[in-house]
């Protein structure tokens, strides 16, 4: 049980570069949301799914694009990449009350 | 909207008790979390409370008032290993949680 997977850990893109962060889940959890992290500015939620082919925009959503085609997997697109979008972003999972974070992607957009 | 408002640092002595203190403005509520998060880590789950009232687990407390839509984490015994950052969130329903911007607890010696 591996719980919340994220890939990869680090990444250093140009400014105007997609890619995509992946995220994956083996606990069967119908929640799935994508957070990102700034100093001082605590976890802001960028989209979330409540079940696979559903998906929602949070509090970030601009710049960002998700997909959600199976209960296991939450993939986080950039668009094209901003130094803005500089970040630790977290994958969660949750059955209900409780999220449970993957190790964060550290990402770095010159 | 949300908010959930705490305190940004908070400096306490090995050995003491600290309470790290939340409020929150949500349109609807159905509990309060709080998590743990270590530099360079991922957040992780300390304690829930969806009714009124104090939940202990080991040396950490948790404590809820809906009428004063007001929580706080009680750290007792507190060790070099609890510095860290905390964050209370609301569980508003059916949208993921809502988190605040987090309580930097330091731990001297």
């Known amino acids: 049980n591996a719980g919340v997977t994220q890939t990869p850990k680090f990444q250093v893109l140009k400014t105007g570069q997609s890619m995509t962060l992946q995220c994956a889940q083996d606990m069967n959890h119908e929640y799935m949301s994508w957070y990102r992290q700034d100093p001082g500015m605590g976890l802001r939620l960028i989209h979330y799914s409540v079940g696979a082919g559903i998906t929602d925009q949070g509090e970030v959503p601009n710049g960002y694009n998700v997909s959600r085609s199976t209960t296991e997997d939450f993939p986080l697109r950039l668009l094209s990449a901003a130094p803005s979008q500089t970040s630790v972003y977290f994958c969660?999972?949750?059955?209900?009350?409780?999220?449970?974070f993957g190790p964060g992607t550290r990402l770095l957009v010159l | 909207g949300q908010s959930l408002e705490q305190p940004s640092e908070v400096t306490a002595v090995e050995g003491a008790i600290v309470q790290i203190n939340c409020t929150y403005q949500t349109s609807g509520f159905y509990g309060l979390s709080w998590y743990q998060q270590h530099d360079g880590g991922a957040p992780t789950f300390l304690s829930y409370?969806?009714?009124?009232g104090l939940e202990e687990t080991g040396r950490f407390s948790s404590f809820l008032s809906r009428s004063d839509s007001y929580g706080y984490l009680l750290l007792q015994e507190l060790q070099m290993k609890d510095s860290a950052s905390y964050f209370c969130?609301?569980?508003?329903?059916?949208?993921?949680?809502?988190f605040g911007k987090g309580t930097r607890l330091s731990v001297i010696a």
């Open positions: 969660a999972s949750s059955p209900r009350e409780t999220q449970y």
């Open positions: 969130a609301v569980n508003s329903g059916n949208t993921p949680l809502v």
């Open positions: 409370n969806a009714l009124d």
